[in-house]
């Protein structure tokens, strides 16, 4: 979504707890900014997951997407690549390409998402439901027919599995069931 506002009526700052906040999948996200306050530039999306959780393998068809991982370890599907990264990692994933991640470790991560231009940031509102308190949501299977209903309205493609976090793996869990997730 794109605002005819002008840069004098567009969201100049936020407070650290500002933003709705909606339960995605099995994470927490905040909503800290929208295409509709920033002109169209970008969406905003804060997010706290926890440990083991990855998301279908996807593709945006109409924005990039960044991550810039706060806390937490994570492990990235790019297309053919895999990258792994910590604390103040960027990864950037630019639309048409498949791409996933897993949170690695014990620990939950906190990452900001930024969606250039604006408006992709609403597919987690439509495929959300509002936080019912601070935590995270109770662990769910992911509802793919949902995500998919969801993501064709904003061009996003839901085309595989999960990834399994790569203590799964040593530990002989097979396929593309994550904890909380399952296969397309």
Known sequence: ????????????????SDGA????????????????????????????IPPGFSPPLHV?????????LLEGEMTLRRGDQTLSGGPGSYFFLPRGVPHTFVV????????????????????????????EHDGFPPVAPTDVERLRNAGGRFGIEIVG?????ASAVGAGV???????????
């Open 60 to 68: 945006h068809h109409r924005e990039d997407e960044a991550f810039w």
């Open 1 to 16: 979504m794109t605002s005819n506002a002008g840069p004098a009526n567009r969201l100049a700052a936020r407070a650290s």
């Open 161 to 165: 599995p999960p990834i399994v976090p």
């Open 104 to 131: 690695e470790g014990g620990a939950a991560a906190h990452m900001l998402t930024l969606l250039s231009p604006g408006g992709g940031e609403e597919f987690f509102v439509a495929a959300g439901r509002p936080a």
């Open 21 to 48: 906040e909606f339960w995605f999948l099995n994470n927490r996200t905040a909503i800290k900014a929208t295409g509709q306050m920033t002109g169209g530039a970008y969406g905003l999306v804060e997010s706290w």
């Open 174 to 184: 097979q396929g593309g069931v994550t904890r909380g997730g399952s296969t397309s």
